[in-house]
């Protein structure tokens, strides 16, 4: 597809279950960040594959979020016994490797803990 | 702490005016500069960036302005559309590092009016 697809587009889930959300990217590109609004509030950044790197994990919340990028494209974030306070809107970007920080985004999943 | 700020949560402006919207940053460090559109239910748009070895980049109707010594930067829109109600949002990256995450603002809600 031309643009940054992200799914499931909605998700309600109860306290304390795990979810996955699925994020891929513009063709070609190879940075790939998550980021969440919460409501309210602005994006905040979560973790960040460029490349073959180790990831940079530094704006996870907390050990229950993991996220991994299978052969350099589609990547999954997960969230372990979720908690109300992660209700939010989960957002995927990619961009070109190189490229000044132009950022794409996906839609967004939009996650509702009960 | 906020890095990047937006003062002002909404600004209502008349269809062909000039709409101004401002955002401030604390970071000498970054480098790279960007506005976001969003529409509800959607992601971000990539709108127009500026780096900061410049002070102004203009596309079309769109003018972002970037005054370093003052660590300000704004975004001009004129003439003024209804289609251009939306969030609109700032964020500033940094050099140095391998990780090139954005930093948000909070976002203002742009109100055109017919």
């Known amino acids: 597809g031309a643009g940054v697809s992200q799914s499931p587009s909605n998700k309600v889930t109860e306290k304390g279950k795990d979810v996955e959300l699925r994020c891929d990217p513009?063709?070609?590109?190879?940075?790939?960040?998550w980021y969440r609004q919460s409501l309210g509030q602005g994006l905040e950044f979560l973790i960040y594959f460029q490349g073959n790197s180790a990831p940079d994990k530094s704006g996870l919340p907390s050990d229950r979020f993991s996220a991994e990028r299978t052969g350099g494209s589609v990547s999954t974030l997960t969230i372990q016994r979720?908690?109300?306070e992660?209700?939010?809107?989960?957002?995927?970007?990619?961009?070109?490797l190189g490229e000044?920080?132009?950022?794409?985004?996906?839609?967004g999943t939009r996650l509702t803990v009960l | 702490d906020q890095q990047v700020k937006q003062?002002?949560?909404s600004l209502s402006?008349?269809?062909g005016r000039i709409s101004i919207l401002n955002c401030d940053y604390t970071n000498s460090m970054f480098d790279y500069f960007l506005w976001y559109k969003k529409y509800p239910a959607e992601g971000p748009t990539f709108l127009i960036s500026i780096s900061s070895i410049k002070d102004k980049n203009?596309?079309?109707?769109f003018t972002v302005f970037l005054n370093k010594s003052a660590k300000h930067l704004s975004l001009h829109i004129v003439p003024s559309q209804p289609g251009d109600s939306a969030v609109y949002f700032c964020a500033a990256?940094?050099?140095g590092g391998s990780a090139r995450q954005l930093t948000f603002g909070s976002g203002t809600q742009l109100t055109v009016l017919p």
């Open chain 2, 13 to 15: 402006v008349q269809e």
């Open chain 1, 86 to 96: 992660d209700s939010a809107v989960y957002l995927c970007a990619s961009s070109l």
């Open chain 2, 93 to 95: 990256s940094g050099a």
């Open chain 1, 26 to 33: 513009i063709s070609g590109h190879t940075a790939l960040y």
């Open chain 1, 100 to 107: 000044a920080d132009t950022q794409y985004f996906g839609p």
């Open chain 2, 7 to 9: 003062n002002s949560p």
């Open chain 2, 58 to 61: 203009e596309d079309g109707r």
């Open chain 1, 82 to 84: 979720t908690q109300q």
